[in-house]
């Protein structure tokens, strides 16, 4: 199966309707952190909803694409490639009972750092889910799930994640103890009032993000961090002095917030989020000018090669794709500085206009085909090197012939 400019320009044009979407009905924070960790030093959330159906959608409509359709050859791959993805689905419905295109709606992951010891987590995982599911589970390993509190538990071994489903449906993986608190009957979701670890997580989480994740370390864990880094620099220096950090992104765009301990310190991270900014906006309007100025000196090569021929021919396609995958750099940026917190929010059309992630696709496509073709190329044949020829043997009753010895240096005079 082999692949020109054409299969991959077709490809991609037929890709760049993929993105994020909005979720009409995101989780809440009330929700989301029902099963959280209070003193947790990392915390990342993910709003499924508004990534998996919609795409997954696109993804089983591609092959039938105008463009798609007019190669064969691009149609079966993308057709292989939709295959494989179905299959992953559906083994893992058949041994779980759980759709992961359709039954999963946020989860959201607590880590806790132990000095001198593996960290204890907790993932929350909310969607449709049944005591049918984690019955499939327990198969899976060879085990029963036992009753604990409102819900159930089922149990690898000491050193191994637990898995329980909460009275309310929520799945939980993680630590066996902190999975064990949860299902109790007494448990009591843990606050996240303004000002505390979770509240810099709800804070974020009520932003509607797609994808948001938050750091506010211990001391236990701000000191280790601070003993594997250089006792002078950036790095430490921020380690030492934040109480806060957030990353989200928006189905429009991205956002960042950090609340230092000094004034000073917050005066640097502004500068630092500024040319953040000033980088963002530089990486979306580079790529479209050096395709503008490729496409335009690609003429004074016309007719020496075919690929070149081609490349010229879609022309108009090409710097189309450039534009689907890149925004012009002219997003909005709004900063908000308030005594010791920076929160900064950049939003365009979608977050490919601000966040230029979307230029991975493109080498991720190129990186496919090259992998399809060196697939279906004959093997190369492998090179054996002759063995040195045997001496030959002497006749039977004959003694082989003595090496003479090596000449011995004249001796020197005294």
């Given at each position: 199966m082999s692949f020109g400019i054409i299969e991959v320009i077709t490809l991609l044009l037929g890709l760049a309707g993929f993105g994020l979407q909005a979720n009409p009905t995101p989780p809440t924070a009330d929700q989301s952190l029902?099963?959280?960790v209070a003193d947790a030093d990392f915390a990342a959330h993910i709003d499924a909803a508004s990534v998996v159906p919609a795409n997954y959608k696109l993804l089983a409509q591609l092959a039938d694409q105008p463009q798609i359709k007019t190669s064969p050859e691009l149609q079966k791959l993308v057709r292989k490639a939709i295959g494989e993805v179905e299959g992953a689905r559906g083994a893992a419905k058949m041994a779980t009972g759980v759709d992961v295109t359709t039954d999963i709606s946020d989860a959201t992951a607590f880590v806790q750092l132990v000095p001198q010891s593996d960290p204890r987590f907790v993932i929350a995982v909310r969607g449709r889910f049944s005591p049918a599911n984690l019955d499939k589970v327990a198969k899976m390993v060879n085990k029963s799930p036992a009753k604990q509190g409102g819900g159930q538990i089922v149990e690898i071994g000491a050193s191994q994640p637990a898995i329980g489903l909460t009275r309310d449906g929520v799945?939980?993986?993680?630590?066996?103890?902190?999975?064990?608190?949860?299902?109790?009957?007494?448990w009591k979701p843990p606050s996240h009032d303004a000002g505390t670890n979770l509240g810099y997580l709800a804070e974020a989480i009520s932003a509607r993000p797609v994808f948001a994740v938050v750091m506010t370390m211990s001391q236990?864990?701000?000191?280790?961090?601070?003993?594997?880094?250089?006792?002078?620099?950036?790095?430490?220096d921020v380690v030492a002095r934040h109480r806060a950090a957030a990353f989200s992104i928006f189905h429009?765009?991205?956002?960042?917030?950090?609340?230092?301990?000094?004034?000073?310190?917050?005066?640097?991270?502004?500068?630092?989020?500024?040319?953040?900014?000033?980088?963002?906006?530089?990486a979306q309007i580079a790529p479209r000018g050096i395709a503008k100025i490729a496409m335009g000196a690609l003429d004074s090569y016309r007719g020496t090669d075919a690929k070149v021929d081609?490349?010229?021919?879609?022309?108009?396609?090409?710097?189309?794709?450039?534009?689907?995958?890149?925004?012009?750099g002219a997003f909005k940026a709004t900063v908000d500085k308030k005594a010791m917190r920076l929160a900064v929010r950049a939003t365009g059309k979608t977050v490919s206009e601000v966040l230029p992630f979307g230029?991975?696709?493109?080498?991720?496509?190129?990186?496919?085909?090259?992998?399809?073709?060196?697939?279906a190329a004959?093997?190369?044949?492998?090179?054996?090197?002759?063995?040195?020829?045997?001496?030959?043997?002497?006749?039977?009753?004959?003694?082989?012939?003595?090496?003479?010895?090596?000449?011995?240096?004249?001796?020197?005079?005294?």
């Amino acid at each position: 199966m082999s692949f020109g400019i054409i299969e991959v320009i077709t490809l991609l044009l037929g890709l760049a309707g993929f993105g994020l979407q909005a979720n009409p009905t995101p989780p809440t924070a009330d929700q989301s952190l029902q099963y959280a960790v209070a003193d947790a030093d990392f915390a990342a959330h993910i709003d499924a909803a508004s990534v998996v159906p919609a795409n997954y959608k696109l993804l089983a409509q591609l092959a039938d694409q105008p463009q798609i359709k007019t190669s064969p050859e691009l149609q079966k791959l993308v057709r292989k490639a939709i295959g494989e993805v179905e299959g992953a689905r559906g083994a893992a419905k058949m041994a779980t009972g759980v759709d992961v295109t359709t039954d999963i709606s946020d989860a959201t992951a607590f880590v806790q750092l132990v000095p001198q010891s593996d960290p204890r987590f907790v993932i929350a995982v909310r969607g449709r889910f049944s005591p049918a599911n984690l019955d499939k589970v327990a198969k899976m390993v060879n085990k029963s799930p036992a009753k604990q509190g409102g819900g159930q538990i089922v149990e690898i071994g000491a050193s191994q994640p637990a898995i329980g489903l909460t009275r309310d449906g929520v799945i939980l993986v993680g630590t066996p103890g902190l999975v064990r608190e949860r299902l109790a009957d007494g448990w009591k979701p843990p606050s996240h009032d303004a000002g505390t670890n979770l509240g810099y997580l709800a804070e974020a989480i009520s932003a509607r993000p797609v994808f948001a994740v938050v750091m506010t370390m211990s001391q236990p864990a701000r000191a280790e961090a601070l003993r594997q880094l250089a006792p002078h620099g950036f790095a430490s220096d921020v380690v030492a002095r934040h109480r806060a950090a957030a990353f989200s992104i928006f189905h429009d765009g991205v956002g960042w917030t950090w609340v230092d301990s000094t004034r000073a310190g917050t005066d640097a991270m502004e500068l630092v989020s500024n040319g953040a900014l000033d980088l963002l906006r530089a990486a979306q309007i580079a790529p479209r000018g050096i395709a503008k100025i490729a496409m335009g000196a690609l003429d004074s090569y016309r007719g020496t090669d075919a690929k070149v021929d081609d490349l010229i021919k879609h022309k108009a396609d090409i710097l189309k794709i450039v534009e689907a995958y890149t925004g012009d750099g002219a997003f909005k940026a709004t900063v908000d500085k308030k005594a010791m917190r920076l929160a900064v929010r950049a939003t365009g059309k979608t977050v490919s206009e601000v966040l230029p992630f979307g230029l991975m696709l493109p080498a991720a496509v190129v990186g496919l085909l090259e992998s399809q073709a060196r697939e279906a190329a004959p093997p190369t044949p492998m090179m054996v090197e002759p063995a040195p020829p045997t001496p030959a043997k002497p006749p039977a009753g004959k003694p082989a012939p003595a090496t003479p010895p090596a000449p011995r240096s004249p001796a020197k005079k005294p």
